[in-house]
């Protein structure tokens, strides 16, 4: 069974970046696409940024300009966050895109002064 596990989140002030970093027990992320979604508190999980299997990439438009998502290896996905809000403030997680494996913790991001 594949299992996640995210980090790199962290309270960072607005304007300021974070990397977050999806690591996985098995090859996947070559085969298939990856996506990391966030759930912000009392909303549902969201979709904000895909890669599919070929490096094409795919963001919410709340994002678009502001986040990336890459890949390094058979084993690891990124999200670079920049310029960060207060509204992205959410725990952060990855998946499959669409999601196939059980969610890992995720990683708490907030954006606050």
């Known amino acids: 069974q594949v299992q996640l596990v995210e980090s790199g989140g962290g309270l960072v002030q607005p304007g300021g970046s974070l990397r977050l970093s999806c690591a996985a027990s098995g090859s996947i992320f070559l085969f298939f696409d990856m996506g990391w979604y966030r759930q912000a508190p009392g909303k549902e999980r969201e979709l904000v940024a895909r890669i599919t299997s070929e490096g094409g990439t795919i963001y919410v438009d709340s994002v678009k300009c502001r986040f990336t998502i890459a890949r390094d290896d058979a084993k690891t996905v990124y999200l670079q966050m920049n310029s960060l809000k207060p509204e992205d403030t959410a725990v952060y997680y990855c998946?499959?895109?669409?999601?196939?494996?059980?969610w890992g913790k995720g990683t708490l991001v907030t954006v606050s002064s």
């Open positions: 998946n499959r895109y669409p999601p196939r494996i059980a």
